[in-house]
Each structure stands twice: as C-alpha cells, then as structure tokens.
C-alpha cells in the first residue's frame, strides 16, 4: 500500500509531527511505502520522490510583502494545489493521510486529490487525524484567549463569533480571516470528501459528531506511544531534590500553569520540579521550593519522570489524547490530571492516578498533599499502571491499514 502523508510542518515541531513521523516509520516496516508533503524548512526530515514541498510561511516572521499575501493564501493555496499534484502523479498513493493542514497548506489540497483521482480513476482513499479542533474552531483550541475560557460558539458553523470574540491571537483582522477561512470551506463541501476521521480520543469524536457532515465517518482511538523503561538517575548537575513532583511542558496559561503555581504556593513543604519553557519561568523560579530545568527530550526527560513520585497535568483547555500523560504511565509514573477533554479517558481515577477540578488551585492542591503524604497509595497506583496496555507504533500501524485506510 502507498500512504501520501500530509502535515504543514515536515520538520519535529510537536504532537502531531511525532504522530506522523513514528507511524510512517511503523508503516515501511511492514512493507507500505510512505512519502510526505507539506511546507518545505531547513529542519524538514522527511521527504517526497520529487521534492515538492509548499514554500515556508512564517506568521511570526517573514517580509512584510510576504505578510501582506498571507490573508489569501491561508485560505486558498494554488502553490499548494500545483505541489501536491507533483507528488501525486509520481507517487500514485492509495492513502492520501491529512494531518494539520489548515491555513498553511489549506484544504486546497483535498480538492486536488479529489480532482486527481477521478482524472485518474484512482481507488483513493482520504484519510484526516483530528489532532485539534481545526475542522470546528477558526482558532483550533476551543478557547477564547482574551477570556481564557473554553468555548463552542462556533460549533454548527458560527463562525462569526471567531470575529465578534477576536479568538486568534486577539486580532479582530486574523480573527475575521480565520473565520472566512472556516466558513468559505465548510460552504463549499470539501470536506464531505473525507472517507474517515479518526479522532484521537472519545471527547474529541462527541465534538466533531455535532457537524453532520462527519458524523458518520468518526472513530475515536487512542494514539500510540511507544514501550519505555525507566532509566537511571537524572544528571546530578541538575541538583535535584532526593524526592520530587514533576511538571514537564509548555509553561502557558492553557496549560494551567497559574493554577498549578497556584497550589504550589499552598504547599511548601513539597518539592517541585519543572521542565519546559514559556510565559511563566520567571514565576517559577521565584518559587523557593521549585527546580526549573528548562526543556528537556529524550533520555533526559525519561529519567526526570522515572523519579518523580508523580507528575501533574494540570491543562485549562480541551485537551485531545496527550502525549505527556502516556509517557508518564509508560514509565510506570502515576499522573494527577485535570478532568477535562481527554484527560479522564487516560487516567483512572484512583486506580492508576487522580483527577482534579481544572482550575481549582485548592483542590488540586489537597489531592497533591494527599499523595505526598501516603506514597502507599502511589505505589498502588503503579502496580495498576503495570497492567495499563496501549498501542505501540506498530500496533497502531496495523489496525489502521485493517479497519481505515482498507
């Protein structure tokens, strides 16, 4: 089988990347051929047979004349259109796998599949992973950033109130392009093209089934994450305290950043450990009973989960399937997570981990002091974790070949 994967960044830049990157690997390693397209960059790692690849939009950078064509080209791409088409005609795919696409590559591309495989008359299949809300919200995350509060006003097609709400970035001018954008594409029926949507989490299915137009073409699963151990000791440079809870992410307010400084501030006899980067370093290293690590991967980050006594996940905003609690349980780490989006469906409540009220610095704070205080009940709950069983890459790989691109 010949899989076309499509993703805006080509290059690891986050969730959805390590998604389509691990899963292409798991793919050839049981005989499919695998080729990408999306946007060309100096960090691109993955590649095409005729190097064909959308030219790089920067938002946060780029020329001013450059910026000045970004309001169309984020809604319709020709570039996109005329480079996908290269990559089809030489590839032949039997999958075409669309990831994140919207404004950089633009669901043009969809139209271009559809338009190739009928003057082709190939058997074609369109798949799309929902790795956010891009389908249903102008601003992908369900959440008003001036409130910082979640919302579904745009559910249905409102998406005027994108605009009204000034939902990205609180511009009113890319809020009303991101709108046009929404509205344009779900007025023209591109996406009734779309053979199957696999939805990363339950939460995740129950809001794209609102849009009838994919209620009938959903299936929620889990994604993989690959089996760890935990590893050694962390780097003794780091000066970690002997017993320890680990927070490790994006310091940002979606992330429930201030609710968890929040609680920190209520507990000082507990010791803290954070790895990441964001908005709020300066406010944790005022906290004189927190480590900052800064940003950690890879063996690094694996040995700073492997001794913490627990991690937090304290997220404000619908998470979809989050890496970051599967790695924690991966690694035999229980997690305490706010009980919102996909969340819940990761952690057992009281089983393998704890929920807490998102944004309630009180009760997380309670349910924190509890755990550090009866690491009896930890150990439970890592007995259970044992027993936690999810898919690996090549599992994954093969159920979707069985059950979405067939």
């Known amino acids: 089988m010949k899989i076309l994967m499509v993703n805006k960044f080509l290059h690891p830049n986050g969730g959805s990347e390590t998604y389509i990157f691990k899963l292409g690997e798991a793919l050839v390693r049981q005989g499919h051929e695998v080729q990408y397209f999306g946007m060309e960059h100096e960090g691109r790692c993955v590649s095409n047979n005729v190097g064909a690849y959308t030219s790089d939009m920067d938002f946060h950078g780029g020329s001013k004349l450059s910026k000045l064509t970004y309001p169309i ?19 032949q795919p039997d999958v075409v796998h669309l990831n994140n696409f919207n404004y950089q590559l633009t669901p043009s591309v969809i139209l271009e599949v559809v338009k190739w495989r009928k003057q082709a008359g190939r058997d074609c299949r369109i798949v799309f992973t929902a790795h956010d809300y891009q389908l249903l919200c102008p601003n992908h995350m369900m959440n008003n950033p001036e409130s910082r509060l979640n919302c579904e006003k745009c559910l249905g097609g409102h998406f005027g109130n994108c605009v009204k709400d000034k939902c990205i970035h609180g511009s009113a001018a890319k809020s009303l392009v991101g709108a046009t954008e929404a509205a344009f594409w779900n007025a023209k029926g591109t996406y009734k093209y779309i053979d199957k949507i696999i939805c990363c989490s339950e939460f ?83 906290l004189p009973y927190a480590t900052d690590v800064g940003f ?16 937090v996940y304290p997220s404000e905003w619908y998470e979809n399937n989050p890496f970051s609690v599967m790695e924690s349980q991966q690694l035999g780490v229980p997690v305490i997570g706010a009980n919102i989006g996909g969340i819940p469906e990761l952690i057992q409540d009281g089983v393998t981990g704890r929920l807490f009220e998102p944004g309630d610095a009180k009760d997380l704070a309670a349910i924190m002091k509890f755990h550090w205080d009866n690491p009896e009940v930890l150990e439970r709950y890592r007995n259970n974790l044992k027993e936690l069983q999810r898919m690996d890459a090549d599992e994954y790989a093969k159920w979707i070949t069985e059950s979405v691109y067939s």
Not at 73 to 91: G, H, M, P, W
Not at 218 to 230: G, I, Q
Not at 296 to 311: E, M, P, V, W
């Open 73 to 91: 080209k984020t809604i319709y791409s020709k570039e996109a259109r005329q480079k996908i088409r290269l990559v089809l005609e030489d590839f």
């Open 204 to 286: 995740m299915k129950r809001k794209m089934d609102t849009n009838p137009v994919f209620a009938d073409k959903t299936v929620a699963m889990h994604n993989f994450v690959e089996p760890m151990k935990a590893e050694g000791t962390a780097d003794p440079t780091l000066k970690l305290p002997p017993v320890y809870v680990l927070y490790f992410g994006r310091y940002s307010w979606e992330k429930g950043m201030g609710t968890l400084l929040s609680a920190c501030d209520m507990l000082p006899e507990i010791d803290f450990v954070f790895a990441g980067k964001g908005e709020y370093k300066e406010a944790i290293d005022s």
């Open 296 to 311: 950690r991967t890879g063996a690094d980050l694996r040995k700073l989960i492997s001794g913490a006594l627990f991690t």
